[in-house]
């Protein structure tokens, strides 16, 4: 019986034959963690997660120790609580908060009867299940491959169990081991026969991931040719971006109270309060703990983030993290490369601010207060946009004669306009323009007086 991948790769039945599946959430606090993250927060933040997933959460455990356990994580006697709760409490599922190394796994496997699944494995199945895009699915599918390569075990038992259970272990290519009688070399075992399937299917999403980005590639040079800037939304998961997105463009990218609800970038044009005109981009949130990974399995897609002129980072200021979260998005930026961008700050969810006046708006870059739920505050964040994106572009001073209106209307589409005055001899335009558009300008170009 050949499965489909999809579906059985989810991890967690979202109870549509029973009641939701019983969680239990773990974390070490360690000194190893270089994190502004309390485990308390981050472990908060994982109920979250497993409850976007479609988990219902038992109780969380913390446990201290100067470094997680090699083989257990948590430590043997903390392990063996963790095997009398499962039973007292019927769990399901035991979650980690971090990524648990392939032996850790394998002795919790060993030690527990509920599932382990580890902060990695959790983000990937919610990515899963929000991936629409071709693209996003391919991303997604090489990301929990590349994930689970290294996890395979020698038990047979363990791939059967995926393959065979009726609550899907999560595995798609366990399943589709199953159709894998046909394909079986003389003298390979089931695991390697596996772990060949799954080095073949990784290289043949990574080319078709890398014809997406070719493609990529050329919109984005199309866009550059054109001189339209390209503002990316980026920032912490659920910190309103697509509310931000869809308020500004008109655009109706769900937005919804849980993590990751968008996968796939969307790009609409929208015209600044100057008339100039820009391509936003709203992006996949952030999160801490993120694996490096995972970052570039997603790497398609956020280089619309790599090559955008102005990053328009949203915050939600209402939330108790506010401040670990930025430091967090500022952190993948950096592996991005992306952290001398432009930057404008969009200070989002005053309205749940009890005193609005608290906001220390100098912590970020240009930041503007806003409500995008409320749409307060967003002139003055699209002013701050198009000042920010001048910076980046050349001064100028032209006299353009009058039977050059095209040209005047490309300066207000593309440029900043500071003064515009009709003379005698035409129209004379203070402002700025993209580089990529100077060369039009250049024969009537006046002499700056600044
Ligand atoms: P994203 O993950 O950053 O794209 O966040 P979403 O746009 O999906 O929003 C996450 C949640 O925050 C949703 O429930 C939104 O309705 C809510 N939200 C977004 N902006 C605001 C705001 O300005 N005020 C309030 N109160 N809620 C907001
Ligand atoms: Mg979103």
Known sequence: ???TTTKQ???????????PELAYLVAVESDDQDTMWSAEDSLTELGILAHTAGA??????????????????????RAQELSAL?????LDLI?????????????LEKMLDARIVD???????????????????LQVELAQLEYRLPRLTGHGTELSRQAGGARSGGSGIGGGAGGAIGVRGPGETRLEIDRRRIRSRISSLKEDIEDVRTQRQLHRQQRAAQAIPVVAIVGYTNAGKSTLFNTLTEADVPAENKLFATLDPVTRHIVLPGNQEVLVTDTVGFIQKLPTKLIAAFRATLEEVIDADLLLEVVDTSHEN????????????????????????????????????????????????????????????????STVLAKSMVAVQILLPFNKGDLVELFHRRGYVDSEQHTAEGTLIVGRIPQALRGYYIPYSRALHR
Do not use: C, W
């Not at 790769?9 to 009641?19: A, E, F, K, M, Y």
């Not at 219902?56 to 006697?77: C, E, F, N, W």
């Not at 499962?86 to 019927?90: A, I, R, Y």
């Open 1 to 3: 019986m050949e499965e």
């Open 9 to 19: 790769d989810r991890l967690i039945d979202t109870g549509v034959n029973r009641g």
């Open 56 to 77: 219902k959460v038992a109780g969380t455990m913390i446990q201290r120790l100067p470094h997680p356990d090699g083989s257990t994580y948590v430590g043997k006697g």
């Open 86 to 90: 499962e039973k007292q409490l019927g």
């Open 95 to 107: 979650i980690f908060d971090d990524e648990l190394s392939p032996t850790q796994q394998r002795h």
């Open 119 to 137: 902060r990695t494995a959790l983000i990937l199945d919610i990515f899963a299940q929000h991936a629409r895009t071709r693209e996003g699915r």
């Open 322 to 385: 506010a401040i670990e979260q930025n430091e967090t998005v500022n952190e993948i930026l950096g592996e991005l490369e992306a952290n001398d961008k432009p930057r404008v700050t969009a200070l989002n969810k005053t309205d749940l601010l009890a005193d609005p006046n608290e906001l220390d708006v100098s912590l970020y870059p240009n930041a503007i207060p806003i409500s995008a739920l409320q749409k307060k505050g967003l002139d003055t964040l699209l002013e701050k946009i």
